[in-house]
């Protein structure tokens, strides 16, 4: 349905650009934490929790908390029809499949939900450190939705970004997990990867983050082996506090075990 021209007078005369930005992120990421939003364009958390709390008073966003066994989750912010209409005509899609507004009986009941704010916490965690670098910016990010528009034939990633850092830009397949699939799940996708690189003349590294040192260890041991033609980093940890751009990747098949920031995966791996 529709909404209404008061509630979009009303919910327009309120938005600053940057709840726009974030608006035009729920529109395409389907779903984000306080805690992600607070890190991707606040400095101050309680600033945060009140702007979302003013952009769902005037019913632009949804909020709900999963349950957790212990402690409280976060409030999870998904797009309204009103806060979709409110950024029409203002987002620049390019080759991305439009916004969207979220369905939020369908998100809070999405088995992969821990999956889809895991994959989110890593883009947000970029646009977070951008803000603290004088020459940094995520200047790309498409979801699982977008990456399947443009890839789909071949591959299926969880998220695609390009990462400007001072004078060197890298764009990145991501790959993460949650220990649900097993290793032959995991090197069944590289063929689709190689296939893509293949056919676009690109060779774009895919890094996979994962949720524990042990199967980060069994998993570069397996993508030793196998051969791939395609460049390969993983990451190990909790993603909501982990600093993507810094010297957290590992390289699979390069000389030296040492971590590299996101940026020097630009280079040679040798």
């Known amino acids: 349905m529709t909404p209404n021209r008061h509630a979009l007078l009303v919910a327009a005369n309120r938005l600053t650009e940057r709840d726009r930005r974030i608006l035009r992120l729920l529109g395409h990421h389907q779903v984000l934490t306080t805690h992600q939003i607070t890190r991707a364009f606040f400095d101050n958390p309680r600033v945060a929790r009140r702007r979302v709390q003013i952009l769902a008073d005037v019913g632009l966003v949804d909020c709900f908390r999963p349950p957790l066994l212990i402690g409280t989750s976060p409030k999870h912010c998904v797009l309204t029809p009103l806060g979709l209409h409110s950024i029409f005509g203002l987002d620049d899609a390019g080759e991305q499949p439009a916004p969207r507004a979220g369905d939020l009986d369908r998100i809070v009941l999405r088995a992969d939900l821990r999956h889809l704010v895991g994959v989110n916490d890593v883009f947000c965690a970029l646009h977070g450190a951008a803000r603290t670098m004088a020459d940094a910016s995520l200047e790309m990010w498409w979801s699982e939705r977008a990456c399947t528009k443009a890839w789909g034939s071949y591959i299926r990633p969880d998220g695609f970004g390009r990462w400007h850092e001072g004078s060197r830009t890298v764009d990145f397949f991501l790959e993460y997990d949650t220990g649900v699939e097993h290793s032959p799940q995991i090197l069944a996708k590289l063929p ?79």
């Open 192 to 270: 689709g990867y190689e296939a893509v690189a293949a056919t676009t003349g690109i060779v774009t590294p895919v890094l996979f983050w994962l949720h524990s040192p042990r199967r980060e260890q069994a998993l570069h041991q397996r993508l030793t082996r196998s051969h791939h033609t395609i460049p390969i980093a993983t990451a190990v940890g909790d993603s909501a506090n982990a600093d993507p751009s810094s010297a957290i990747w590992r390289r699979v098949g390069a000389n030296s075990d040492a971590r590299v920031s996101l940026i020097d995966l630009a280079g040679e791996w040798a």
